[in-house]
């Protein structure tokens, strides 16, 4: 069983709209959740999440953990062509520091 | 800060041929590297973990013997892909991190690999 489950797989809006990206995980000895941007080559980091309710922003992008529910949202307002790109979860457990990634979405924005 | 380099960017060779990648932090002390690879499509495996100045750690199904990891600084890892087959072509990223501080992973810009 997946232990990052993301969704959609695949999203395609037009310019301007709201996004929210899923990202569930599983919980036992959860310890941390990130989010990551792939373009063309490797990820970039967004956001890193270990407490419950608290919002994470940079610009048109925003995070949040729920732990009692166990997922995450990735929110991108006013979407620009520029968003375009694979979003990948990634959760981390117990005391190891490797990464597991979901599936990614694959966020496609037409002018 | 936290820039993770990666050369080369894109490696075609034969069949045999053994393929050495680099992962280098730029600016910080990079205490853990790991190696993913990646498939068209798909999201990114995690095939070793590597601390320097011992030897790593492979995932389960990963060849040691055909991967061969080399961390002998706190900036540079190495990856060579022994006696390297077409099956072994992909998109291999690495990434760094310094576990003295609470810092996520940053990604190198990874190499494809394609083996004729």
């Known amino acids: 069983e997946d232990k990052v489950v993301q969704s959609p797989l695949s999203l395609v809006v037009h310019e301007g709209d709201t996004v929210t990206l899923n990202c569930s995980y599983e919980v036992t000895n959860f310890r941390s959740l990130l989010w990551y941007k792939q373009e063309k080559k490797a990820p970039t980091f967004l956001f890193m999440l270990?407490?419950?309710?608290i919002e994470k922003k940079s610009g048109r992008l925003s995070s949040i953990l729920d732990k009692k529910e166990l997922f995450s949202i990735l929110n991108i307002t006013a979407t620009q062509t520029g968003d375009s790109a694979v979003y990948l979860c990634a959760g981390t457990w117990g005391g190891s520091e490797k990464l597991v990634f979901g599936k990614g979405t694959k966020l496609t924005v037409n002018p | 800060g936290a820039v993770v380099s990666q050369h080369p960017s894109w490696v075609i060779c034969k069949s045999g041929t053994s393929v050495k990648i680099e992962c280098r932090s730029l600016d910080f002390q990079a205490t853990t590297m790991f190696w993913y690879r990646q498939f068209p499509k798909q999201s990114l495996m995690l095939m070793a973990t590597?601390?320097?100045?011992?030897?790593?750690?492979?995932e389960q199904g990963v060849e040691k013997d055909k991967f061969l990891i080399n961390h002998a600084s706190l900036t540079l890892s190495t990856l060579t892909v022994t006696s390297a087959h077409p099956e072994d072509s992909s998109f291999y990223i690495c990434?760094?991190?310094?576990?003295?501080?609470?810092?996520?992973?940053?990604f190198g810009d990874g190499t494809r690999l394609s083996i004729l």
């Open positions: 270990t407490s419950s309710g």
């Open positions: 590597s601390n320097e100045g011992s030897k790593a750690t492979y």
């Open positions: 990434s760094a991190r310094d576990l003295r501080v609470a810092q996520p992973q940053h």
